[in-house]
């Protein structure tokens, strides 16, 4: 080769190096995604996320938009599927028949159950002073969810064969309204509206999760294809909720004070929907599956579901993602 075919060659190599040094800056340049956030009805740990910033911040910084879609009566699995919401939460209960037919989402977080959150209700004058009082009384719950588990467990702890109480399914709303309407006796359920069936009901916590040992977790969950475009995404709003739920559990008092101007609550009322330090946002590792199955095993026993699911199949790891 000549000098000059040398020369000719080291200019070409140094413009290939000047364009692949320019490349960040037009990745930098390229619009970022939108990432669609369903959220429940209710107080969240994403609500928290959401109003202080962090959620926006970290998802910025991957390179995505927050799109805050909802809030939904339950778990927007429809919206899910068609791609109209990319990340959202449900209960592991609540998820088994959508994983049973393969649904196209990971779980990548959650949160243990709200052990004393949670529980069945009645009526403070009803008479009602046991489960075994139970039987033949009327029961709103949620199907499939928190008040569902946990009333199925309070059942098989106390023997009761639930076809010897009369379960009627609400949306958790209506439940709560069948409660404080006097419709049915008893009302099965988490702290949202446990805490208003106390003050608005006449309601008494008859049992709480911890006291059956309530095993249905809040999961986190991305549909497949966000997961795998955008891991670092994945990985951001799991730091912004992970963060949040720290700093609720560090400063409960200013939670409530959040809760008060988002729920329109009382004062004297907003603490009570504080979630509880123990809800700490935890990453999904394959040690979570027995936890799941347990879960899930229940509501196969009493025809709930056919089978348990295959939970090992949609656990995403985001430390395998890095921050």
Not at 180 to 199: C, H, I, K, M, Y
Not at 257 to 273: H, Q, S, T
Request: hydrophobic fraction near 40%; glycine fraction near 8%.
């Amino acid at each position: 080769m000549s000098i000059r075919s040398r020369r000719s060659a080291m200019v070409a190599i140094a413009l290939a190096f000047g364009a692949i040094g320019a490349s960040p800056s037009i990745a930098q340049s390229v619009k970022p995604f939108d990432l669609q956030f369903g959220v429940i009805r209710g107080l969240t740990t994403s609500n928290l996320a959401k109003e202080n910033g962090s959620l926006e911040r970290k998802l910025g910084e991957a390179g995505a938009n927050l799109v805050w879609r909802g809030p939904y009566p339950g778990t927007p699995f429809e919206a899910l599927s068609a791609g109209q919401v990319d990340v959202t939460f449900t209960t592991s209960t609540n998820a088994a028949p959508a994983v049973l037919g393969n649904a196209k989402f990971k779980i990548f977080g959650y949160q243990e159950p709200d052990l004393d959150g949670e529980g069945i209700w009645v009526k403070k004058d009803s008479g009602i002073k046991s489960l075994a009082e139970l039987k033949g009384r009327k029961i709103a719950s949620d199907k499939g969810g928190s008040g569902h588990h946990v009333l199925l467990k309070a059942l098989d702890k106390a023997g009761i064969d639930p076809k010897d109480v009369q379960i009627s399914y609400f949306d958790p709303a209506d439940a709560l309204a069948a409660f404080n309407g006097g419709q049915v006796d008893a009302l099965a359920t988490w702290r949202t509206f446990g805490a208003s069936a106390e003050t608005k009901g006449n309601g008494v916590k008859l049992v709480s999760g911890r006291d059956v040992g309530s095993e249905n977790l809040l999961i986190y969950i991305v549909r497949d294809q966000v997961a795998k475009d955008h891991p670092q995404a994945v990985r951001a709003v799991f730091d912004a909720l992970r963060e949040a739920a720290a700093n609720s559990a560090k400063d409960p008092e200013a939670t409530a004070r959040l809760w008060e101007k988002l729920g329109n609550l009382d004062p004297k009322v907003a603490p009570i929907f504080v979630p509880p330090a123990s809800r700490e946002f935890r990453a999904v590792t394959p040690a979570l599956l027995p936890t799941l199955n347990n879960a899930a095993n229940l509501f196969v026993k009493y025809g709930v579901i056919p089978r348990a699911p295959d939970y090992s199949k949609v656990l995403f790891d985001v430390n395998d993602v890095k921050s």
